[in-house]
């Protein structure tokens, strides 16, 4: 029996790790949720804490967060993100982090996982028009999921 436990885990291990990402323009919003994980992979929230603070996710940038305190110059454009788990579920933090335009029309929250239907795209941080080719998400669909793992532990003190 034990034999068998450890087999069925590693297979289960083994079909997470394979698992294929949901590209950006095939995402499922209902209501401006996502119910299902986009990289089929369970989130991370200490990688999720550090895409809060850096690179393109940088959500400290315009969210306040006490539990990020030590980071300095949290914004004060978006909510604060205290409690954030209390007041919305896991797929609906996961439609909010992917394209926030969905549940908030008008949002000035950038959509981090979106590729397509843009007005004027740049060319990262340059100043530039984009250059064509393909567009790439801000976020990746494990770090989608990392962020959201990490709000999940932002409830009310």
């Known amino acids: 029996m034990k034999h068998l436990i450890i087999g069925f885990t ?3 291990t083994a079909s997470t790790a394979f698992a294929e990402a949901v590209k950006p323009t095939d995402v499922v919003f ?3 949720a996502v119910e299902t994980s986009l990289s089929g992979v369970a ?3 200490a990688v999720g ?4 603070n ?12 006490s539990a990020l305190s030590h980071l300095a110059f ?3 454009i978006g909510p604060p993100l205290d409690g954030v788990a209390d007041r919305w579920t896991v797929p609906e933090l996961r439609g909010i982090v992917a394209n926030a335009k969905v549940m908030f029309d008008g949002s000035l ?8 239907g843009f007005i004027r795209l740049g060319d990262a941080y340059t100043g530039e ?3 064509g080719g393909e567009v790439q998400p801000l976020l990746t669909a494990q770090q989608v999921e990392d962020v959201v793992a990490f709000l999940v532990t932002l409830k009310e003190q």
């Not at 850096?54 to 306040?64: D, E, R, T």
Request: proline share 5%; hydrophobic share 35%.
């Open 129 to 131: 028009a984009h250059g």
């Open 54 to 65: 850096k690179g393109a996710g940088n959500c400290i940038a315009c969210h306040q967060v």
């Open 10 to 12: 590693a297979m289960l």
């Open 49 to 52: 804490a550090e895409i809060m």
């Open 109 to 116: 929250m950038p959509s981090f996982y979106r590729t397509e």
């Open 43 to 45: 989130g991370d929230p």
């Open 74 to 76: 949290h914004g004060e």
């Open 30 to 32: 209902v209501d401006g």
